[in-house]
């Protein structure tokens, strides 16, 4: 249902929906969140305010922070150590991959390498 269609279905329901008794405003109100799919308390301030403006619900999409290569990368880290939180595998990133990379556990592009170790912030810290 696009917006067009909300709006005129809301205007076409709003004097009745203001006129009903409280029995009835709930089934106009079910009827309404099952062909609109909007919140029911949304639905209930559409109905209810004649300036309410109805606005549709935006689909997010995220850009993509790490390419497939560095995933995997991270995911091979992650397994290495033990899968302890992010915040610590954030701080043991560049050891932990020396390590593997020195033990031949793990053979990696040099270009993949410095994504990986781009994806550590620098302001992070270690305590010994």
């Known amino acids: 249902m696009d917006r067009n269609q909300r709006t005129s279905l809301a205007i076409a329901l709003r004097q009745r929906y203001q006129e009903s008794r409280k029995a009835e405003k709930s089934s106009i109100l079910d009827e309404f969140v099952a062909v609109t799919g909007f ?3 949304y639905a209930t301030r559409v109905l209810l305010d004649p300036a309410a403006e109805i606005v549709p619900a935006r689909s997010v999409a995220y850009k993509k922070v790490y390419d497939e290569a560095v995933k995997e990368t991270l995911i091979v880290l992650g ?3 033990d899968r302890i939180c992010g915040k610590r595998l954030k701080a043991i990133i560049p050891v932990l991959l020396a390590s593997l990379e020195g033990h031949n556990r793990l053979k990696l592009d040099a270009e993949v390498r410095e994504r990986v170790l781009a ?10």
């Open 39 to 41: 919140h029911r308390k």
């Open 119 to 128: 994806s550590v912030s620098v302001s992070h810290y270690v305590f010994m």
């Open 79 to 81: 397994k290495a150590s």
